[in-house]
Every structure is written in structure tokens, then in C-alpha cells.
């Protein structure tokens, strides 16, 4: 078997080319993401890969994909193992698990290889829209289905660049995605065929995109803001490896009371805090009770995350606290994150992997709710929950004029992640054009415009306090109506495509 690999990769030269030019496009491509963050690599880091499977058979295309994608899975989501390793204290079950998760993400890519290997051999016309189709029909599917890692959709390597992002109260950021992967396609159309159409097909692309996003920009900067809102952002920046143990109990909440003292005196209307910052139940233990009540003055309304148990269940919850100190409500998780808030198919993973901590499932949420408070209408996400555009487009259309996000990214302290987590706030911003508040434990916290535009961002691993005045307002976008509506026409079109060939490619070998 490795003579055979040998021959094939090194001996022939040609072979060996093609090796290369996969391994470019998968570092090409993790390179454009936080927190590398060269965006403009995204708009190019696909064209060696589909060269390689322009000129290569089914099984050759399905193995350079595969070669892209454990490349760039391996560089962009270098964090799952720390991550692994809090949450199981093994070394062996976290480098296991962090290569399942790594060669999973690079099926997509060997997917996405073979549909374009399957009808190469047509009209170009056929590749570049068949070819971004695909690809978005496969990042919805990993977005949703097949255990939901939606980290680094490709539009999301587009963050830093406001112009180009404001397609995404239309299309969402799957729209994003698809337009990135057609330029990909029209710059190896032109690169292989030297026809000029192409390049300029690309330019008209570009420029349409910012023209489009300078417009928007400035009619969404002239909407009609309803309430102000002066909010107050708490990073304390804990350690992971306190905030559960019983004797640092008051030493978090004492650390607590100091980082957000600054607040105090200010008549602020909601001071907001991380996902599970409260080391113990707030309606059970007293030291949380009184620091809570020490606190709650601060404001009219005060966002705390914490864990809430109702008939033995555990929901990781945001309280809703009035200024006298009392639980008036409380949002609940309704997307866990896997291996970190639950395992699946928890009985046989334990016997295979044995150290998971397998008691600390929690329960998930069923109801969607938005909270009105005197000033605004509030939709929460937990953490992970911003991975899911349709979470926030849901608590929008049910009435909420502002967002939050409350998150905990202490698991993967100062690596990539935190970066790649805080961008998505930008394209929920933008999708529902709504001013969105991030409250992270170690960072990143900040306020993002409806724009996309960050009004005010902390460094991550610091503790700090913030202070901003954000605003309502009532706008209903076409992504908030629409939904992903553009990726089902995607999925269609790329599932009558593949049909379409495969009975003409079939009828054509009977006869």
C-alpha cells in the first residue's frame, strides 16, 4: 500500500504536482479566516483545487478534496483539541476525537470534489453556477444536520470587510458564500480558457457588491432609531478551571462585584454579562443571591448568565434581573454545543472514549422567546446559538428590536476561536439589520451597528468594562421574510443538475 502511494504522489511527477496545488488551496483557504484573517486568500484558495480535479478522474478529484480539506481543517480549527482536552482531561480521546471532527469537515470537501469532477466535461456555464450551488447546499447541511459545526462558513472569512457583507440582509450569509465561490470559479474559467469575458464577469461581480454595500450602509446609518438604550458590558475574564469548584465560590463573585464596579452610579438601562458566569444556582445559594442583589442596582435590567435546574434538568440560562434583585425571567439554551453541553449517543462514546465527563449533559430549550423590557424588545443567544441565522431571524420576526449574544470562550483561551466566534455577531447584525451586544467571560465582547460595523470591541483575555448607547428600531429585512429560501433554490438546482447528467450520462451508456 505505501509503495503504491509512493508511486503514485512522488515518483510521478505529475502526480505530485497536483499534491501540491491541493495542499496550497487548503492552506490558501484557512488563511482567510480569523485569526489569520488574510480575507482576500478566500477568493482565490479554490482555484488549485479545481484545476486538480479539472484534470484528474472521480477517484483522484474525491482524494485532492479530501487532501484540501484535512489541510484546511487542521489549520483553521487548530483549537478543537485544547478545547477536547478541558472537556475530557484525555490526551488520547482529544487527539482521536479532534481527527474524526477534522476528517468529517473534509467529506464536504470531497462532496463538493466529485459533483464538480461528475460535470466537468460540460458547458463552463453549467461549472460556475453548479459550482458555488454546491457548495452552499453542503455548508447549510453542515450548518444544521450531521452534528452542526457551522464555524467558518466561507462568507464568514468576509468579516473585516463591510462593503462586501451587506448582500447578507438579503441572501444571509450563505449569499456570501455563494458569490465568493463563483469568483473562485470565473478566475480559473479565465486562467484556463484566457477569455476575457470571464475576468470581467469578476469585476462586474466585485463592483456590484460594493456599490451595493456603500448604499446600503448609508440608507441602513439613516433608519429610524426608536429608544436609546445605555448599556453596560461586563468581561471578567475567569479562568475555566475556578469557575466550578466550590472553594472559589466567593472569590468569583467578590471578582465579579470588582470588574463591573465602574457600573455602578451610572443609571444605566441593562448591564449584560457572560453565559454561565455565576459559579452556583441563583435562586439556591445565598452568596450568589446577595451578590446579585449587591449588583442589580446598577441598572433597570441586569442580563447574568447561570445554570437553572427545573425537575432535575439543567438548562444553561440567561436571568432576566429586575434592580431590587429579582429573577423576573429567563432565557434558556435551545442549541447545545456538542461535546461541550452534551454527547451524543452518550453510552457507547463513554465505552470508547472513557474519559468523557458524561454527567454534565445539559438539557435543551424548545420554546423561542423574545423578553420585553421598558425600553426595547431583547432577543438572546447563548454562545453557540449565534452559529444558526435562523435563531436570531426567529426572535426578530417575534418582535425583538435588539440582540444579545452571552458567551464563554475561556475553553479555548487566547487560539483562534474567539475570533472565529465573534465575527458571526457581525453577519446576525447585519442579516437583521439590528444593533447586537456580545457579553464574553474572557472576550471577545463588543457592540456591533446594524451596518456590520463594530462600534466598540475588547481584546480577548482581558478584564474590562464597557459602556455604549446602542438603539431600536423595528426594520424587517428581506432576509428576516425570506429566510434561506436562496439555499433551497441552491439545493434544487444543484440535485436537478446532477440527475440531469447522470440520466443522460446513463441513457448513453445503454444505447
Aim: aromatic share 16%; net charge positive.
Amino acid at each position: 500500500m505505501i509503495k503504491n502511494i509512493v508511486n503514485k504522489f512522488i515518483i510521478e511527477e505529475y502526480k505530485l504536482k497536483y499534491l501540491i496545488f491541493s495542499i496550497i488551496s487548503g492552506i490558501l483557504l484557512a488563511l482567510s479566516f480569523q485569526k489569520f484573517n488574510f480575507f482576500f486568500l478566500a477568493w482565490i484558495a479554490f482555484v488549485p483545487l479545481i484545476y486538480c480535479i479539472y484534470k484528474n478522474d472521480l477517484k483522484f478529484s474525491a482524494l485532492y478534496s479530501f487532501i484540501t480539506g484535512i489541510m484546511y481543517s487542521i489549520i483553521a480549527f487548530n483549537w478543537m483539541y485544547l478545547f477536547l482536552l478541558k472537556n475530557t482531561s484525555s490526551f488520547s480521546d482529544s487527539c482521536t476525537i479532534s481527527m474524526i471532527v477534522w476528517i468529517c469537515l473534509s467529506l464536504y470537501f470531497v462532496v463538493w470534489g466529485i459533483g464538480i469532477n461528475f460535470i466537468k466535461k460540460k458547458n463552463k456555464i453549467t461549472l460556475i453556477l453548479f459550482a458555488p450551488a454546491l457548495w452552499v447546499s453542503l455548508e447549510y447541511i453542515r450548518n444544521y444536520y450531521f452534528g452542526s459545526f457551522p464555524i467558518n462558513l466561507l462568507g464568514y472569512s468576509q468579516s473585516s470587510v463591510t462593503q462586501v457583507i451587506q448582500f447578507a440582509d438579503i441572501f444571509g450569509v450563505f449569499g456570501i458564500s455563494f458569490i465568493i465561490m463563483l469568483i473562485n470559479v470565473l478566475l480559473f474559467c479565465w486562467i484556463c480558457n484566457r477569455e476575457k469575458k470571464y475576468l470581467l464577469i469578476v469585476i462586474f461581480v466585485v463592483c456590484s457588491m460594493f456599490v451595493y454595500g456603500y448604499i446600503r450602509i448609508n440608507q441602513i446609518s439613516q433608519i429610524n432609531n426608536e429608544k436609546e438604550i445605555k448599556i453596560g458590558i461586563v468581561q471578567p475574564n475567569i479562568e475555566q478551571k475556578y469557575k466550578f469548584k466550590k472553594r472559589y465560590v466567593k472569590k468569583i463573585l467578590y471578582d465579579l462585584k470588582q470588574a463591573g464596579i465602574s457600573l455602578e452610579n451610572k443609571n444605566l438601562d441593562i448591564v449584560l454579562y457572560p453565559e454561565t458566569v455565576l459559579p452556583k444556582n441563583i435562586k439556591e445559594n445565598q452568596d450568589v443571591k446577595n451578590f446579585v442583589n449587591n449588583i442589580s442596582p446598577w441598572s433597570n435590567y441586569t442580563l447574568i448568565g447561570g445554570f437553572d435546574v427545573e425537575n432535575y434538568k439543567v438548562y444553561n440560562s440567561i436571568f432576566v434581573v429586575s434592580n431590587v434583585g429579582e429573577v423576573i425571567d429567563s432565557y434558556r439554551k435551545k442549541h447545545l454545543i456538542l461535546f461541550g453541553e452534551y454527547v451524543p449517543f452518550e453510552g457507547l462514546l463513554a465505552k470508547m472514549f472513557s474519559k468523557f465527563i458524561t454527567d454534565n449533559n445539559l438539557t435543551k430549550e424548545i420554546e423561542l422567546k423574545a423578553f420585553t423590557l421598558d425600553k426595547c424588545s431583547l432577543g438572546i443567544n447563548i454562545c453557540s446559538e449565534n452559529y444558526y441565522p435562523y435563531l436570531s431571524r426567529e426572535l426578530v420576526l417575534k418582535g425583538a428590536n435588539l440582540l444579545t449574544t452571552h458567551s464563554n470562550d475561556a475553553w479555548c483561551d487566547g487560539l483562534s476561536y474567539p475570533y472565529q466566534h465573534f465575527v458571526l455577531n457581525i453577519f446576525r447584525a447585519i442579516e437583521n439589520r439590528k444593533y447586537l451586544i456580545v457579553a464574553s467571560n474572557t472576550g471577545i465582547s463588543g457592540v456591533i451597528a446594524p451596518t456590520g460595523k463594530i462600534v466598540r470591541q475588547t481584546k480577548n483575555q482581558e478584564q474590562i468594562v464597557l459602556e455604549e448607547t446602542v438603539y431600536t428600531n423595528n426594520y424587517i429585512t428581506i432576509y428576516d421574510k425570506i429566510g434561506d429560501l436562496f439555499v433551497y433554490l441552491c439545493m434544487a438546482y444543484a440535485v436537478i443538475i446532477l440527475l440531469f447528467f447522470f440520466f443522460r450520462t446513463k441513457n448513453k451508456t445503454l444505447s
